[in-house]
Structures are given as C-alpha cells and as structure tokens.
C-alpha cells in the first residue's frame, strides 16, 4: 500500500517537473539492468527513481521485451527504440 502512495506522489512531482532523463534515449545498460529486474510495481517504481525515468517508460521497456517480434509490423519494426529493447533482451535473454 505504502508503494501506491508513494507512486502518487512521484506522479505529483513528475507533474510539476519532468524526470531529468524523461524522452531521452535509453542506454543499453540501463535497458540491460531493467530486464535483468522482476517486472513488478515495486521495482519498476524504483527504477523510474533511479534512472530519472516516468513510470510509463519504464513500463514500456518490458511490455516491448516480451512482445513477440511477429506481432511488431509496420512501422514498428524500424523503429529505433524497439529494436534496441528487442536486441538487448535477446542479449540478456529475457523470456516471457
């Protein structure tokens, strides 16, 4: 219960100020040391801390992780971000 609340108010602050790091790119380590974490609320809550990220982007790195390559078409495919976090998570191995 305590993480609820203190998502709340990391989205409170996020708000008034943007994370430091929010809509710049990732780098490999920092998306290695993502997929190398328990996808929980908890974690990903810490994570956003530590790496100066909003909640959703670090969200988004394990919801492309371990979404499988034939559902990724279009454009998507090419995007530059997504193929990042699908190589290091092949790097990684990171399993769904």
């Known amino acids: 219960m305590a ?54 982007g670090v969200e988004q790195v394990y919801r492309w992780a371990s979404r499988p390559k034939i559902l990724i078409r279009g454009r998507r495919s090419t995007d530059k971000f997504v193929c990042q976090v699908k190589r290091v998570a092949k790097e990684v191995g990171f399993r769904v």
């Open 3 to 56: 993480f609820r609340e203190e998502k709340k108010e990391y989205d409170r602050q996020c708000k008034l100020c943007k994370p430091p790091k929010k809509g710049a790119p990732y780098t490999d380590d920092e998306i290695r040391l993502i997929l190398r974490s328990p996808a929980t609320f908890e974690t990903i809550l810490r994570l956003a801390k530590g790496l100066g990220r909003g909640y959703g």
